[in-house]
């Protein structure tokens, strides 16, 4: 059974930084693009970012040069590194993985993990 499980949000005041990691099991994923997205309350699913097996990466705007996102194949685990935090990047992270590569629409992920909250304080 393939399982995402995502770790290391929390609280922190704007500007800061935090780490999260999105460790996959089940099956590798060594071959497979993985992304981020988000969710705030009453909004939709928003893409963050993807990486590929090759590790090119690709960012929202929104996101652009404040995140970066990594992989460790070996572990199986995706990283996203954000810096200079706003407020408005206060959400629910989702790591998943994605049916085909190259893609920015949830619709096209097939795996999912359960979220990790990010709030920014201002």
């Known amino acids: 059974q393939v399982q995402l499980v995502e770790s290391g949000g929390g609280l922190v005041q704007a500007g800061g930084s935090l780490r999260l990691s999105c460790v996959a099991s089940?099956?590798?994923?060594?071959?497979?693009?993985m992304g981020w997205f988000r969710q705030a309350p009453g909004k939709d699913r928003e893409f963050v970012g993807y990486i590929a097996w090759t590790g090119t990466t690709v960012y929202a705007d929104a996101v652009q040069d404040r995140f970066t996102i990594s992989r460790d194949n070996p572990k199986n685990t995706m990283y996203l590194q954000m810096d200079n935090l706003k407020p408005e990047d206060t959400a629910a992270y989702y790591c998943?993985?994605?049916?085909?590569?190259?893609?920015?629409?949830?619709?096209?992920?097939?795996?999912w993990g359960q979220g990790t909250q990010v709030t920014v304080s201002a």
């Open positions: 998943a993985v994605p049916r085909y590569a190259g893609t920015n629409r949830a619709r096209d992920y097939d795996y």
């Open positions: 089940g099956r590798t994923f060594n071959r497979n693009t």
